[in-house]
């Protein structure tokens, strides 16, 4: 096998997204600003619905997973990409391109399936009222969570196996700034043709399934809003759902751009743009989405705040 070919103490190098040109430098230090965003963001919204009893509901639950999932997201690859540009250093260990292939591609995936649960969530809470305790009660709720986080992990190792399978004999230059599995097949010295086929398979299962379940959770809410004889109860439905759709499309959008393409029509340049688009800006944007438009966590945030004033008089 490759394997017994390879060595975890070899490394490849991360040639990155930027240089130390003025203008680079100062998108650099504009991507630490949106990792310290989305960093503070993500941390609160966790924070916040654990401590506060009013937000232990099934949408809020899901919601911190989602935040969880996004600051562990957002961890896996800026700060090794700031720690390579300070430094000046381009290395990553085999261990570490490892580490980070399984952390991206198991968050990724565990993200499409739990935006499809928390569409679902609202298919029931706004079609389904009378019957919503009984469908969305902790145990599924829980249940669902750990499903989607399970399904990630095992594409994450799936993906880690099948892509060091592979030897490396050529260049060890990764044109990313993380390691990113279709940006390192293309120094494979294998013919990796079968498994992009398969891969190409699993993406569409991964991306499509979760987003026919989405698609048709909002179809059907959609139809309940408009027939809806209160207005407060439709301006609050249209808020709540228009915020996750908001999320869905920026994801769904960058991820089928991504992974629904053969490695033939990649372009490095493109790859790397839309990938900070995924990793980072989505991430940063989540949490602002769901706050700014949701008066139950703008309400307990002002409440967070007003406790820790209170506390320092």
Request: aromatic residues 14%.
């Amino acid at each position: 096998m490759a394997w017994e070919n390879q060595t975890f103490n070899s490394d490849f190098i991360l040639l990155g997204i930027f240089n130390h040109s003025p203008t680079h430098t100062f998108l650099f230090f504009l991507v630490l600003a949106i990792f310290s965003v989305a960093f503070m963001g993500n941390s609160a919204m966790v924070l916040l619905i654990y401590l506060d009893t009013q937000l232990h509901t099934p949408m809020y639950f899901l919601l911190s997973q989602l935040s969880l999932m996004d600051f562990m997201l957002i961890c896996t690859t800026v700060p090794k990409m700031a720690f390579n540009y300070l430094s000046g250093s381009k290395f990553i260990s085999m261990a570490g391109c490892a580490t980070q292939i399984f952390f991206y591609t198991s968050l990724l995936g565990s993200e499409c399936f739990l935006l499809a649960v928390m569409a679902y969530d609202r298919y029931i809470a706004i079609c389904h009222p009378l019957r919503y305790t009984n469908f969305m009660r902790p145990q599924i709720c829980g249940l669902t969570a750990a499903f989607s986080w399970i399904l990630g992990s095992t594409d994450g190792i799936i993906n880690v196996v099948a892509t060091f399978s592979f030897s490396y004999c050529g260049s060890r230059e990764i044109a990313h700034f993380f390691c990113e599995f279709p940006s390192l097949l293309i120094l494979s010295c294998n013919d990796t043709s079968i498994f992009e086929k398969v891969l190409f398979i699993c993406c569409i299962v991964m991306l499509v399934f979760p987003v026919a379940i989405i698609i048709a959770s909002y179809a059907r809410v959609i139809l309940a809003v408009i027939h809806m004889g209160s207005g407060e109860g439709r301006r609050k439905a249209f808020t709540t759902c228009s915020s996750h759709l908001m999320v869905v499309g920026m994801y769904y959008g960058a991820g089928l751009f991504m992974y629904i393409r053969p490695t033939s029509d990649r372009s490095p340049k493109k790859d790397k743009m839309v990938s900070v688009f995924y990793t980072i800006l989505t991430p940063m944007l989540n949490p602002l989405i769901y706050s700014l438009r949701n008066k139950e966590v703008t309400r307990a945030f002002k409440k967070m705040l007003g406790k820790g004033k209170s506390g320092e008089r």
